[in-house]
């Protein structure tokens, strides 16, 4: 039995998810929230992308390209009490491949598991005190993919809306947005994440 109250939070790319995240940060308060971020855990069976074209063509949003293993590992040791490391990973800037180092994560009170595929795996999903799903329409979901990755992967938005048809899309239908049926609570995520914030946490609290 853990004492780290442990959320994960789950939904599509552009979603929100992040967002979300740091506002429950915010309301509960820096030093009460530990977070997680799935992203870190990347894995691939072939060398990573290092361009925008490599990045335009990879599928990055399958599972496969998932170290759930280690991920489960790292949650299991915050519930026990442990501090760990994440490990070094890969951030493309401005169609730059960069890779970064994670700082320590040591337990606080509540752990918050975010990312594309945090409610996809069952072996994740099991170490759950609570789940989260952040529903929101295709149609803003891309509009801030369009927003935003110019600057993130350097791609145009003819290059982004290629990929969201190819892969990024495809990958949602297929094994995110099924994770929605089994979530603790569904949210908006076109709505004011602070208010999102307070209604996650009346949810837990009446947990």
């Known amino acids: 039995m853990h004492t780290l109250y442990t959320i ?3 939904g599509g ?3 929100g998810k992040s967002t979300i995240t740091r506002a429950l940060r915010d309301l509960a308060g820096p030093d009460e929230v530990t977070i997680l971020h799935l992203d870190w855990y990347f894995s691939f069976d072939t060398p990573p992308p290092t361009t ?8 990055l949003d399958h599972p ?8 489960a590992q790292d949650i299991q040791a915050l519930q026990e009490g442990r501090t760990i490391t994440p490990p070094t990973h890969i951030l493309l800037e401005n169609g730059e491949a960069l890779e970064k180092a994670s700082a320590p994560l040591s337990p606080s009170t509540f752990l918050l ?3 594309l595929h945090a409610l996809t795996f069952p072996e994740l999903v099991e170490l759950y005190d609570f789940r ?3 529903q929101t329409p295709v149609d803003v979901r891309v509009q801030r993919r369009l927003e ?25 239908k297929q094994h995110i947005e099924p ?6 609570l569904v949210v908006d995520g076109t709505q004011d994440p602070e208010l999102l914030a307070r209604q996650i946490r009346q949810e837990v609290l009446n947990t």
Request: glycine residues 8%.
């Open 148 to 172: 935003r990755d110019p600057n993130r992967t350097g791609q145009s938005a003819e290059e982004i809306q290629d990929q969201l048809e190819a892969s990024v899309l495809p990958m949602h």
């Open 64 to 71: 496969r390209h998932v170290d759930w293993k280690r991920a």
């Open 52 to 59: 925008k074209e490599e990045h335009a063509k990879a599928n």
């Open 179 to 184: 994770a929605a049926l089994d979530a603790d």
């Open 113 to 115: 598991v975010e990312g």
């Open 13 to 15: 790319s552009g979603s």
């Open 132 to 134: 989260i799903f952040v």
């Open 8 to 10: 994960g939070i789950g």
